[in-house]
């Protein structure tokens, strides 16, 4: 969208009708894929931070309690339908609270995700940045030492995540395979039910 579109958005009361009441229903019926919506033409247009919390709020709820009801069944998410939401929720949690330095809260989160996700290439670019939250190596130098800056194009459901580093990731986890072990050793109970 152009700025002369988005200000249009912004200041067209149909649209804004429209949008309010896409999100009071979304936050009723509390679908995922929904709740994304809004809170992407939320943040798209700018609109009031108040409105925003609200929706993320409202998404870590609901996949918090999905992702409750996958490790009490003892079943994995895959990155298809609402599934992808439910991981794209909980794996950008991890890495906001990475970006705040909480290292701790970031590591749990990106150890379960990497437990229920049943997708390799994706689990295995997980479990690098738990190495990463493991050593409690910043978010930005992270990236600067670690993420090829050009990530490989990939099927759009990937576009969320970061996946490409600047070395072979294979090799970099089988290399750093003890290091999972006692990482897995350290929160497995958090998988317990």
């Not at 649209?15 to 999100?23: I, N, P, R, S, T």
């Not at 929706?55 to 709820?61: A, D, G, H, P, S």
């Not at 990939?154 to 290091?179: C, H, M, P, V, W």
Request: glycine share 2%.
């Amino acid at each position: 969208m152009t700025e002369e579109e988005l200000m249009m958005a912004r200041t067209n009361p149909e649209f804004l009708g429209f949008l309010e009441e896409k999100e009071k229903n979304a936050m009723e019926s509390k679908n995922i894929s929904e709740l994304y919506e809004v809170l992407d033409s939320l943040l798209i247009l700018d609109l009031d931070d108040e409105r925003i919390n609200k929706v993320y709020e409202t998404i870590l709820m609901v996949a918090f309690e999905n992702v409750q009801t996958k490790l009490d069944n003892h079943t994995k998410f895959s990155l298809e339908n609402d599934d992808f939401f439910y991981i794209r929720a909980f794996y950008e949690h991890g890495i906001e609270k990475w970006s705040y330095g909480n290292f701790q809260g970031a590591k749990e989160l990106l150890f379960v995700l990497s437990q229920i996700v049943e997708d390799e290439l994706l689990s295995e670019a997980i479990n690098v940045k738990l190495l990463a939250c493991d050593k409690e190596i910043d978010l930005n130098s992270f990236y600067e030492s670690t993420v090829m800056h050009q990530q490989t194009a990939r099927d759009e459901k990937y576009g969320y995540f970061i996946l490409d580093f600047k070395f072979d990731t294979k090799n970099y986890l089988q290399s750093k395979a003890k290091e999972l072990e006692e990482i897995h050793s350290q929160l497995k109970h958090l998988l317990e039910v």
